[in-house]
């Protein structure tokens, strides 16, 4: 690795000032939102595995080599969006507070069992993420792990060229570090006309691309790349930009759902006919492929009664040869320690459960959840509506049966108590669905393009005719 140092003659902005900066526009201080209590159930292969290192292997972490530095880069990648938190805190989303002794324990369970990437970003968990890795990583050797972060530019006042360089160089300062492995253009995409001059503003117009690959020249970042969220014309226009900015990776969202039905699969490809080495985002949309119908967990655990059902989804991520690792926000122990067992090593998709996990994404589609992976982008709504709350709330009660399609349907009485009951307790009162007045704010910052406001509308009607108790 290389080790030259960074500039530090810029002054380090005040926790609050950066918090004010990033949060400025609702997705920046959605991205800053932490996971959950350390004493909370995730969405995660948590409820399924028992929490003991009895059978993680000790050695044999799949690695893949960067053809660009030629470093070896554990399969299985750190991603640190969703931290655990302190137990019996405010129950106040912004009074969370990061539990720095369990990431700790996480850190080095991680790195003795050879995972060696870990990803992070200035907005995530409400600005700590950075400084709270910083402090479990700088513990180890600087040798012994690889450091990704991002420029998280998103509000207008952090598009300048000053206030973007400042935050570069304060995720250098937070994780303690003179360098940074993997640096990305943050969460760019969108499409058409509004999603160029999205990127133009962030990162072209104001000089901060040329400024990113000259820091790349002098070692202060080893490879440069983008995560993407949007279009396939957008994904192309970038991708022809590699001949002058040469993208030494690029962080996609992959998974067997997206593989066909949301253009992963495209997105893949491409980068594969360019040789450019790819880093995997959402390979369990947040959970939504743990969280399952029942009728489709059956067929899993029918296949594979051994197995997690969350293994099948890191096991498809991790099989093209041109994923150079797997991001997984692994908040508790026990996901960490099933994710182990599925990497050391990875026993690959063959063809046939390649198929097999295709009429699975089939048979999952059919089901009318919506398409939230909970990572919190819409947040937080300036009317204090808990958007992520609802909608994992409704997808949990389709996939529970818990949504009728008519008021005559045997199971009526069963699913109406269930999904009225479960909502006052998943979501406060003064924060429910019909408190939305249709700003859409919201939705110009969710990475799946959810009609946020139209299907929080959609619920709030289905709610008022369980109430009500009207024929439908």
């Keep these: 690795m ?10 380090n902005i005040s926790r609050r000032n950066f918090l004010k900066i990033i949060g ?69 989303e912004n009074d969370s507070e990061i539990d720095q002794q369990q990431v700790n324990r996480l850190v080095d369970y991680a790195i003795e069992h050879g995972v060696n990437l870990f990803d992070t970003s200035p907005a995530y968990c409400k600005g700590m993420s950075e400084k709270a890795m910083g402090i479990a990583l700088s513990r180890h050797p600087r040798d012994k792990y690889f450091l990704s972060t991002k420029l998280s530019n998103f509000a207008p006042q952090t598009w300048s060229y000053q206030e973007s360089v400042k935050m570069y160089r ?72 590699h001949k002058d900015v040469h993208w030494d990776f690029v962080l996609i969202q992959m998974n067997y759902l997206d593989w066909k039905n949301s253009g992963a699969e495209y997105l893949y490809r491409r980068l594969e006919e ?56 692994m908040t508790y122990m026990e996901h960490l320690q099933d994710n182990l067992r599925t990497y050391m090593p990875l026993k690959p998709i063959s063809d046939d459960e390649h198929q097999f996990l295709m009429e699975t994404a089939e048979m999952i589609v059919k089901y009318p959840t919506i398409p939230c992976n909970d990572c919190k982008y819409c947040m937080p709504c300036p009317y204090g509506i ?30 109406r108590r269930a999904f009225l009951v479960g909502y006052n307790r998943a979501v406060e ?35 008022e005719k369980l109430k009500q108790r009207t024929n439908f």
Excluded at 44 to 65: L, Y
Excluded at 406 to 414: I, M, T, V
Aim: glycine share 8%.
């Design 386 to 415: 808990d958007i992520p709350s609802i909608l994992l709330h409704y997808n949990k009660c389709v996939n529970e049966g818990n949504v009728t399609a008519s008021s005559n349907d045997p199971r009526y009485a069963e699913a």
């Design 2 to 11: 290389k080790h030259n140092k960074p500039n530090k003659t810029d002054k």
């Design 429 to 463: 009162k003064l924060r429910q669905a019909d408190h939305c007045v249709g700003c859409g704010k919201c939705m110009t910052h969710c990475p799946q393009q959810i009609d946020i406001p139209a299907e929080l509308l959609r619920i709030d009607n289905y709610i």
């Design 24 to 92: 400025a526009t609702a997705g920046a201080t959605a991205l800053a939102g932490c996971g959950v209590k350390s004493s909370e159930s995730d969405n995660s292969a948590a409820d399924e595995i028992a929490t003991t290192s009895a059978n993680v292997p000790k050695s044999g972490m799949t690695m893949r080599v960067n053809p660009t530095t030629g470093d070896e880069v554990s399969l299985l990648g750190y991603g640190c969006m969703r931290l655990p938190t302190i137990e019996g805190v405010s129950a106040r």
């Design 274 to 329: 360019l040789s450019i080495p790819a880093l995997v985002m959402e390979p369990l949309l947040g959970g939504r492929l743990v969280k399952l119908p029942d009728a489709v967990v059956a067929k899993l655990k029918q296949r594979e009664p051994n197995r997690s059902v969350a293994s099948w989804a890191f096991r498809f991520a991790g099989t093209p040869k041109g994923i150079l690792s797997v991001l997984s926000g």
């Design 170 to 241: 304060n995720s250098m300062k937070e994780l303690k570090t003179d360098y940074l492995d993997y640096y990305l253009l943050h969460a760019i995409g969108g499409k058409g006309d509004e999603g160029r001059k999205a990127i133009h503003q962030r990162y072209l117009d104001n000089g901060m691309l040329d400024f990113l690959i000259k820091e790349r020249s002098a070692g202060r970042i080893r490879n440069l790349g983008f995560s993407f969220h949007g279009e396939p014309d957008i994904f192309d226009w970038l991708l022809s930009m």
